[in-house]
């Protein structure tokens, strides 16, 4: 009810709420405790888990009715030397048992404040949970470890271009962006940005001065190609942060292009049970200080890993072995598993006539210099359909280039056809799936 009021307000009450709400937030996410948190989280090794945490964490989760059974049934000593391994001999948690299982999952009775907490589901199965105020000060510590690292600092002001419902999608009428001033964010429209209003995005970055952009790669990587496509000067930014979708090689492309930086990842969960963040090396860094994140094989490539994690910087909401569903290619160096890239989730597979599983498709649209968005559509065993949001300079050549790739990858069982949109639909978190199979 409050939304709608705040959809149907001016656009000067909209700021004023938008800065209330992040005036809050400043204060629960930032207080003390996470500068006691940033501190410790940048003297600490994020390659060692902390095992006396992990400890106190799992003996805790025995208070949940969930893991207390499940502890008994497979025999855990939460006092094993070697508790990591121990551990192991736990089944991996899906969703699906989460979800089934909320409400003996929880724990409750502990010293600390625990609030409500969600995820976005992309894939139609958001979550919510709850995280205790410990939770969320670590996390956002280790996010900003990240990006202190490479030199963003609490009082940068962002550019912000993520998926939130900011104003009225039927609402023709500028600015296309709301700001939250305790927060030092511009939050960008994701709804209302084309040929036609662009110039205003543009000018709005260039007349605050802003140097650091961040949201979704599709989002990002469009405004970016909005810019080159009317002549605009390219953007002096200092950094491009990106999360929440696969960052492609595409994306990679035009930022670098348009506003002169790399794109720098990052991989976190709302729910906590692993994060992996981009060093300034450009080497992707797994951050087993805030939670215990494992590489599983899968049984269709032997160099891509299943993301399995446990969140215990999280008491009241305890996840262990924690089935992600998100992918990473990893190659072994020294002796070490290093993640290469990510790569997706296991939905953003197709499976072939002859039964062979494919992911790690985004190679298909690396020199695809004249797409803007582009999505595979399996509808069925027989058929796929690549959906393209092509650019004003899109030829005949592209899309024959486009199908030899296709082919080179599924061979010549599988009918591929092309389809040519507008926009593709996003998720109702505004997220792009750049793979959508109905095969089951």
């Known amino acids: 009810m409050f939304y709608n009021f705040y959809l149907n307000s001016p656009i000067y009450l909209q700021n004023i709420f938008v800065s209330i709400k992040g005036f809050f937030i400043q204060k629960t996410r930032f207080n003390k405790n996470f500068f006691k948190y940033l501190e410790e989280y940048e003297k600490s090794n994020p390659d060692i888990v902390n095992e006396k945490a992990l400890r106190h964490f799992l003996i805790n989760a025995q208070k949940s009715v969930f893991w207390q059974k499940r502890f008994e049934s497979y025999k855990i000593n939460l006092y094993a030397e070697n508790i990591i391994e121990e551990i192991k001999k736990l089944p991996i948690l899906t969703k699906d048992e989460v979800q089934e299982n909320l409400e003996s999952i929880k724990v409750n009775k502990i010293n600390d404040k625990i609030t409500k907490n969600q995820t976005g589901g ?212 020294n002796g070490r598993k290093r993640i290469i890239s990510l790569d997706g989730r296991i939905e953003d597979y197709i499976i072939l006539p002859n039964g062979n599983k494919l992911g790690r498709l985004a190679n298909i649209f690396k020199n695809a210099v004249n797409v803007n968005e582009a999505q595979i559509y399996q509808p069925d065993i027989n058929n796929i359909i690549i959906r393209i949001v092509k650019k004003v300079n899109y030829k005949d050549t592209d899309e024959a280039s486009l199908l030899k790739e296709c082919r080179d990858r599924f061979g010549k069982d599988i009918n591929i056809t092309f389809q040519y949109l507008s926009n593709i639909e996003k998720a109702n978190s505004g997220k792009l799936r750049y793979v959508i199979s109905d095969v089951k």
Do not use: C
């Open 122 to 333: 992309t894939t139609g199965k958001g979550l919510v949970f709850q995280q205790t105020q410990t939770m969320e000060n670590k996390q956002w510590a280790v996010w900003w470890r990240y990006r202190r690292r490479h030199g963003i600092q609490l009082n940068t002001w962002m550019g912000w271009f993520g998926g939130k419902l900011i104003m009225d999608v039927m609402s023709q009428k500028p600015p296309f962006w709301r700001i939250n001033y305790p927060g030092k964010q511009i939050m960008f429209s994701q709804y209302h940005l084309n040929k036609n209003t662009v110039k205003l995005y543009y000018d709005e970055i260039v007349n605050k001065k802003i140097k650091w952009l961040h949201g979704y790669p599709t989002f990002l990587a469009y405004f970016a190609n909005l810019i080159k496509e009317k002549k605009l000067p390219n953007l002096a930014i200092d950094y491009v942060t990106i999360g929440s979708e696969n960052l492609l090689t595409h994306h990679i492309q035009i930022i670098r292009e348009v506003f002169g930086v790399e794109p720098i990842q990052h991989y976190g969960l709302a729910e906590g049970v692993a994060n992996i963040s981009q060093l300034p090396n450009d080497e992707l860094q797994i951050d087993q200080d805030f939670a215990l994140l494992e590489l599983v094989p899968t049984d269709f490539d032997k160099n891509i890993y299943r993301i399995v994690g446990t969140n215990y910087s999280n008491d009241s909401f305890p996840l262990i072995r924690y089935d992600t569903k998100d992918l990473a290619h990893v190659e072994i160096q």
